[in-house]
């Protein structure tokens, strides 16, 4: 038997009874949604300490020296949305805003400007977006395993006012008649070009390293590293290549545009990334003894 | 099981956490601290004093800011230092929300109303300044006290009463100074740029002031709201123990 207890007031919630030293955080938490049924599974947290971490679904009561009569604190972690969801409606946004810019520029240029000609380099930056964008979708469908099966609901707002917001930034600016192609001309335009598709194929090769670094229904965790694809030989110097290379394909973009909003967008891109890059690597750096020393976190060499 | 790690609390008064701990007991930083929250409170003292006798002798709102420009760019320019402050780890409060006061502040002074003389002359330049003076003068203060180790508690009835009227003193007196000055930014242009241009980028500066005045609307709300629940957390009841 567990107590439950809230994490934050201390008081009493309930008992759980049916459980061994052997069940796991994960049936604890199916036994108090029988219960309490307002609080589905993935909405629960739990933690042995009211102040300290929460404690992972797959520890068992015994790891966590929890016996009979043992105490457990509940915190709600609210309503949930899963990650599958919140990206698809994330990237879905940019997708469809961004074309609605290319594809229909009176709408929000005016009448004349459906007439204008678009500049090359124009009609390439579209292809460059889209194929960004339908590749995360794709990606999101196909090739990820996410750890957690869902976040906070507020998050899909935050994540889409992002996402959704910059999209129209960046289209606005790019599709706009006024719209000033690169000073360098075709070097500029086609040299971006390069370097975008490189990088997305960096990006591509990465997420599929990382995918099967993990067995399918397991939330296993390895140490990621090369393969023979010559792409993701960036794990030789970096923790988390696929943001190195993100983050390379939009500063590509930038220049294929010359486009300062999207340097812009490039930059809190990168800043969000070298946030979680960090913390992925003092994650990986904790977890495993023989994580090699020699890897940055984003930056090779830098950061 | 778990020790518990004592931490070496020294006097931080009252809710002022002590900063980074490698810097905790540091007396230079505390010097230093005295020395910077002494001097602005005595800055905005003399402001202070400045608007009272000017009201008094000339009672003439329109040449009131020429009076008292010069001491109002300094101190409350310096007030960037305390961003760096709680950037470094000097002071622990929030270095965002410490930004966007700061920035705020300043923002208001340099890109409104230095850059629009013509908003200069109004009366709602005495509301803010009234209550960006009072407000301040016992801020500083406060900030003094807590870094002596103790805080008067009518200092801090103050600090968390005065907001109840200064706030929305203040508020309307840097709202309407920033409509005010919106026809003569349309007219002149500043600090825009428009299409074409080599980095493909416009920015109208004012759209960018309609937007401020706007963001006025949510962002009020929540910091006075948040000034009420930290007045009710803290005045209340200072003999009984808190109860958690």
């Keep these: ?303 | 099981m778990a020790t518990a790690t004592v931490k070496a609390s020294s006097a931080g008064g009252d809710g002022r956490r002590k900063a980074n701990p490698n810097m905790g007991e540091n007396n230079a930083v505390k010097a230093y601290l005295v020395a910077y929250n002494v001097s602005q409170m005595l800055g905005w003292l003399v402001l202070m004093i400045k608007i009272i006798h000017h009201m008094a002798a000339e009672q003439d709102v329109e040449t009131l800011y020429a009076q008292v420009e010069p001491i109002l760019k300094i101190f409350q320019t310096a007030a960037v230092m305390e961003m760096v402050h709680s950037a470094i780890g000097l002071v622990k409060s929030n270095p965002v929300l410490t930004g966007f006061q700061v920035f705020s502040r300043v923002f208001l002074l340099w890109g409104v109303v230095w850059s629009v003389p013509e908003v200069q002359t109004t009366g709602y330049i005495l509301c803010f300044l009234v209550a960006w003076t009072i407000t301040e003068i016992i801020r500083y203060s406060f900030y003094f006290f807590s870094l002596l180790g103790q805080v008067p508690y009518f200092l801090k009835w103050c600090r968390y009463t005065f907001f109840i009227i200064l706030y929305p003193i203040g508020v309307t007196g840097e709202v309407m100074t920033i409509y005010l000055a919106l026809p003569h930014v349309l007219e002149s242009d500043m600090y825009s740029v428009s299409l074409p241009n080599t980095a493909n980028i416009s920015f109208s500066y004012y759209y960018y002031l309609c937007f401020i005045i706007f963001s006025y609307l949510p962002v009020f709300p929540q910091l006075y709201g948040h000034m009420l629940a930290q007045r009710k957390k803290i005045i209340s009841s200072p003999q009984r123990p808190k109860k958690e």
């Design chain 1, 1 to 303: 038997m567990v107590q439950i207890l809230h994490a934050r007031s201390g008081e009493l919630i309930t008992s759980l009874g049916d459980l061994q030293p052997k069940s796991t955080i994960y049936d604890v938490k199916k036994a108090f949604a029988k219960e309490k049924r307002k609080y589905y599974p993935d909405r629960q947290g739990f933690k042995t300490d009211p102040r300290g971490k929460m404690v992972k679904d797959g520890d068992t009561l015994e790891s966590l020296g929890l016996k009979n009569g043992s105490r457990l604190y509940f915190k709600d972690l609210g309503p949930q949305v899963g990650w599958t969801t919140v990206f698809l409606t994330e990237y879905a946004g940019p997708l469809v805003i961004y074309l609605i810019f290319y594809l229909r520029p009176s709408i929000v240029y005016g009448e004349d400007a459906a007439e204008l000609p678009y500049a090359n380099v124009v009609h390439i930056a579209a292809g460059c977006w889209s194929f960004h964008y339908a590749k995360r979708l794709l990606e999101t469908v196909f090739v990820h395993r996410f750890s957690h099966a869902t976040m906070p609901i507020a998050n899909i707002f935050k994540n889409s006012v992002y996402y959704w917001g910059f999209a129209a930034f960046v289209a606005y600016f790019v599709n706009h008649p006024l719209y000033t192609p690169p000073a360098y001309g075709d070097l500029q335009v086609y040299g971006g070009l390069a370097a975008f598709v490189i990088a997305e194929l960096g990006n591509l090769s990465v997420h599929i390293a990382l995918r099967n670094l993990r067995p399918p229904g397991t939330k296993e965790r390895k140490i990621p590293r090369s393969t023979s694809n010559p792409f993701t030989w960036l794990f030789g110097l970096v923790s988390c290549p696929n943001y190195s290379y993100e983050a390379t394909a939009w500063l590509a973009f930038t220049v294929m545009t010359q486009c300062l909003p999207a340097g812009l967008f490039m930059l809190a891109g990168f800043y969000q990334m070298a946030v979680w890059a960090q913390g992925k690597h003092r994650n990986y750096l904790k977890e495993f003894k023989e994580y090699p020393r020699r890897r940055a976190a984003i930056v090779p060499f830098v950061l």
